[in-house]
């Protein structure tokens, strides 16, 4: 694994964390708190997933997921945030999830398990008629971050709806949290049928 983010401490963390906690199977190989040496230690290191903090200084995020890119055009990267602002538009620029910032690393550890995991396994098929139009539009909402109560909001319904739409898609992914929809999300090309026009 490869950590882009701005907080030394933060990365040292993880470096410290995801070994113990995998028995060794997740180890971070590198890590910069510089946007435009994502890139170069892509190619250096050969990780399997990246995370980028999309709280990094200019260049900014946007330009690290586009260099990891050219380097490896399909390698997982996985966004690293305390808010929902900005991450549709990392999405849709071709991350395959999005992490929440916890205020520990070791807090962060058990989501981010689960969403290397999610990244790392074959791509699944795009998704079908086995999701309905209700469940694809919680997904895509769910990929941006929101909150059950966020949701509610968008689709008009009570947070108990929203709660139990949400188990039921985890369910059809085969996904055991949210952040492992959300890891999903953008390699299941969720928000390649956003930007053509399908509807949610």
């Given at each position: 694994?490869?950590?882009?983010?701005?907080?030394?401490?933060?990365?040292?963390?993880?470096?410290?964390?995801?070994?113990?906690?995998?028995?060794?199977?997740?180890?971070?190989?590198?890590?910069?708190?510089?946007?435009?040496?994502?890139?170069?230690?892509?190619?250096?290191?050969?990780?399997?997933?990246?995370?980028?903090?999309?709280?990094?200084?200019?260049?900014?995020?946007?330009?690290?997921?586009?260099?990891?890119?050219?380097?490896?055009?399909?390698?997982?990267?996985?966004?690293?945030?305390?808010?929902?602002?900005?991450?549709?538009?990392?999405?849709?620029?071709?991350?395959?999830?999005?992490?929440?910032?916890?205020?520990?690393p070791?807090?962060?550890?058990?989501?981010?398990?689960?969403?290397?995991?999610?990244?790392?396994?074959?791509?699944?098929?795009?998704?079908?008629?086995?999701?309905?139009?209700?469940?694809r539009?919680?997904?895509?909402?769910?990929?941006g971050?929101a909150?059950?109560?966020?949701?509610?909001?968008?689709?008009?319904?009570?947070?108990?709806?929203?709660?139990?739409?949400?188990?039921?898609?985890?369910?059809?992914?085969?996904?055991?949290?949210?952040?492992?929809?959300?890891?999903?999300?953008?390699?299941?090309?969720?928000?390649?049928?956003?930007?053509?026009?399908?509807?949610?």
């Amino acid at each position: 694994m490869l950590i882009v983010d701005q907080q030394p401490l933060f990365r040292r963390g993880l470096e410290e964390a995801l070994p113990a906690a995998s028995d060794g199977g997740v180890r971070v190989v590198a890590g910069t708190d510089r946007a435009d040496s994502a890139a170069m230690l892509v190619r250096r290191h050969q990780p399997d997933v990246v995370i980028v903090d999309l709280e990094l200084d200019t260049p900014g995020p946007l330009a690290a997921l586009a260099a990891i890119r050219r380097a490896q055009p399909r390698l997982p990267v996985l966004a690293l945030t305390r808010h929902v602002q900005g991450v549709l538009e990392f999405l849709g620029a071709g991350a395959s999830g999005v992490l929440l910032r916890t205020r520990s690393p070791a807090g962060l550890v058990p989501s981010l398990l689960a969403a290397t995991g999610a990244a790392t396994r074959p791509a699944p098929q795009r998704t079908g008629p086995q999701l309905t139009g209700k469940e694809r539009h919680v997904w895509t909402l769910i990929a941006g971050g929101a909150s059950t109560a966020q949701i509610a909001r968008a689709l008009h319904v009570s947070e108990r709806t929203v709660k139990r739409l949400t188990a039921g898609l985890l369910r059809t992914l085969g996904v055991a949290n949210r952040t492992e929809a959300a890891a999903l999300a953008g390699r299941a090309g969720l928000l390649d049928e956003r930007r053509s026009g399908s509807p949610p």
